[in-house]
């Protein structure tokens, strides 16, 4: 799942694309508002982390803007103000949640997973979907209980279509969620991905829709 970064600091983006990229994200930076803006109105992320305090354009203005644009990625508000009348202003403004800096990663990686976690309609900490379970702070995915080994390509594939269950995923948005560094460029990278989670997770875990692309769990009206 692709997370955008929105922070000018080369030093703490740095730090999280790390540890993004440990807890099983495919981070990208934006370095300054306007960029941000865009990349954020036109792109799909499945997260934001947004720094108020953004060279070119302010966060609270990107923050508006997209929600303007009817952009509904779950964001994360990260600043070193933190007055309280700047948080009630930045949630008013459609943020899901806010973190004051300095802040620990692992309050950050928290916060993180539970507003995706809330935004693709889960509560609990854990998403189970038939006989399929994932943790994603221990990214750990269970079949009937026991583990199951799966590729750091193979966890965001799972991850991902998990947090959009009964949805049709096309290929390419796949592609673009799970897009890296290391990800294979060719046209058969996604169906030969799907064929390995299914023979770890059995064949009815992924429905393939010709045409249209993969499904997890029963099709949403």
């Given at each position: 799942?692709?997370?955008?970064?929105?922070?000018?600091?080369?030093?703490?983006?740095?730090?999280?694309?790390?540890?993004?990229?440990?807890?099983?994200?495919?981070?990208?930076?934006?370095?300054?508002?306007?960029?941000?803006?865009y990349?954020?109105?036109?792109?799909?992320?499945?997260a934001?982390?947004?720094?108020?305090?953004?060279?070119?354009?302010?966060?609270?203005?990107?923050?508006?803007?997209?929600?303007?644009?009817?952009?509904?990625?779950?964001?994360?508000?990260?600043?070193?103000?933190g007055?309280?009348?700047?948080?009630?202003?930045?949630?008013?403004?459609?943020?899901?949640?806010?973190?004051?800096?300095?802040?620990?990663?692992?309050?950050?990686?928290?916060?993180?997973?539970?507003?995706?976690?809330?935004?693709?309609?889960?509560?609990?900490?854990?998403?189970?979907?038939?006989?399929?379970?994932?943790?994603?702070?221990?990214m750990?995915?269970?079949r009937?209980?026991?583990?199951?080994?799966?590729?750091?390509?193979?966890?965001?594939?799972?991850?991902?279509?998990?947090?959009?269950?009964?949805?049709?995923?096309?290929?390419?948005?796949?592609?673009?969620?799970?897009?890296?560094?290391?990800?294979?460029?060719e046209?058969?990278?996604?169906?030969?991905?799907?064929?390995?989670?299914?023979?770890?997770?059995?064949?009815?875990?992924?429905?393939?829709?010709?045409?249209?692309?993969?499904?997890?769990?029963?099709?949403?009206?």
């Amino acid at each position: 799942m692709r997370i955008l970064i929105v922070e000018d600091d080369a030093r703490i983006a740095a730090d999280l694309s790390a540890a993004l990229a440990a807890a099983g994200f495919v981070p990208e930076i934006a370095s300054d508002g306007e960029d941000a803006w865009y990349r954020g109105d036109t792109e799909e992320f499945g997260a934001v982390i947004l720094d108020l305090g953004m060279p070119l354009m302010d966060g609270l203005s990107i923050l508006r803007q997209w929600r303007a644009n009817a952009r509904t990625m779950p964001i994360l508000i990260l600043t070193a103000r933190g007055t309280w009348t700047e948080r009630v202003e930045g949630i008013e403004a459609g943020a899901d949640d806010y973190l004051p800096k300095p802040f620990e990663m692992d309050e950050l990686l928290a916060r993180l997973r539970a507003i995706i976690r809330r935004n693709g309609g889960y509560a609990a900490p854990n998403i189970s979907i038939g006989e399929i379970t994932l943790d994603p702070r221990r990214m750990r995915v269970t079949r009937r209980g026991v583990p199951v080994q799966l590729s750091p390509q193979e966890y965001r594939l799972v991850h991902y279509m998990m947090l959009n269950p009964g949805r049709i995923i096309a290929q390419q948005e796949l592609a673009e969620q799970l897009q890296g560094e290391l990800f294979e460029r060719e046209s058969n990278a996604i169906e030969v991905l799907v064929a390995r989670v299914r023979r770890k997770l059995g064949n009815e875990a992924i429905e393939t829709r010709r045409g249209y692309g993969y499904m997890f769990g029963e099709e949403t009206a």
